[in-house]
Nanobody, 125 residues
């Protein structure tokens, strides 16, 4: 079982930036593609970003492309999401998870971990 702990959320004004972190338990972090997801009030959880095992490739949802950047440090079992030019519609609880590939993660298929508590991001207008 993959154990995930997200952090780094907060309240920020529109146009601001935040950097989220996700620490993953175990020694197999470098075996996993990783992803970020979010769930806004009253909406289903949605895909945000996926990054390959090596960190050399990533893909993003259209709504965040060009503003968000996923990265990872395998030696620290840590995943990051740099969020710039934040908009009120980015307000949500953000979650991370692991999967077999960036393609599967983007479809929210075959995810390995139980969902963590997430981290709240609130963007004021």
């Amino acid at each position: 079982q993959v154990h995930l702990v997200e952090s780094g959320g907060g309240l920020v004004q529109a146009g601001g930036s935040l950097r989220l972190s996700c620490v993953v338990s175990g020694r197999a972090f470098s075996w996993y593609a990783m992803g970020w997801f979010r769930q806004a009030p009253g909406k289903e959880r949605e895909f945000v970003a996926a990054i390959s095992r090596t960190g050399f490739s990533a893909n993003y949802s259209d709504s965040v492309k060009g503003r968000f950047t996923a990265s990872r440090i395998n030696a620290r079992n840590t995943l990051f999401l740099q969020m710039n030019s934040l908009k009120p519609e980015d307000t949500a609880v953000y979650y991370c998870n692991a999967g077999p590939s960036t393609e599967a993660i983007s479809e929210m298929l075959g995810l390995y971990g139980a969902w963590g508590q997430g981290t709240q991001v609130t963007v004021s207008s």
